[in-house]
């Protein structure tokens, strides 16, 4: 199936199949997730788990494709990204493909953006959080979108020592800044952003 997404000053043209993850169309949770993150030109940018791409994409039209990474285990998401790539006329993006940061080549992220399944246990994310503390440069940012509070945000605040969090159409987006080069002892953690829980938040997609 082929869409399109539109931001504040360009559109995305995506193609995805079935399954691969959001098969016919935009996803809300990633549209949420992307909703809350502020990219500047010049940062790098992991997309993790990329799917068809859409997150790789915006990013390269934010901050530069060769700023960007895209990952996924599925060798046929990574083709269909790199395909939905083309389409776009975005060259120069770093396609890897393996089990969450495998076949990464690089650290010192600025920002880590995923959108991990939820629907299963938390094994991938795990991975995905305390490997992904090691792969952020100091104040680079890992942010999630998921539907599930209570784990996620326990998890990020053991690791990270804190999480912001925003509810936006009915995901929790989640973001961690690494704030020390070691994982946060206990008597380090506080919760961000708690706020937020009980609103909805309604960032804008123009920056």
Partial sequence: MEYT????TFTLTL???????????????????????????????????????LVGLYAAMRCGAANVWL?????????????????????????????????VDRAGFDWILSNPPYQSDFSVAKTFIEKGFNRLKMGGRLVMV?????WYRNKLISVFGGAHIDRVDGYYVFTAQKRSMRYAKKRDTVAFGNNNLHKESHCSLKR
């Fill in 71 to 103: 990952t996924d285990i599925d060798e046929r998401a990574v083709s269909c990204a790199e395909e939905n790539a083309g389409r776009n006329g975005i060259e120069g993006l770093h396609f890897c493909r393996g089990n969450a940061y495998e076949g």
């Fill in 5 to 8: 997404v539109g931001f504040d």
């Fill in 146 to 150: 998921t539907k599930r509070l209570e």
């Fill in 15 to 53: 193609k995805s199949e079935d399954g691969l993850f959001s098969p016919r169309g935009t996803d809300r949770g990633t549209m949420a997730m992307l909703s809350c993150v502020a990219l500047q030109p010049g940062e790098a940018v992991l997309d993790l788990g990329c799917g068809s791409g």
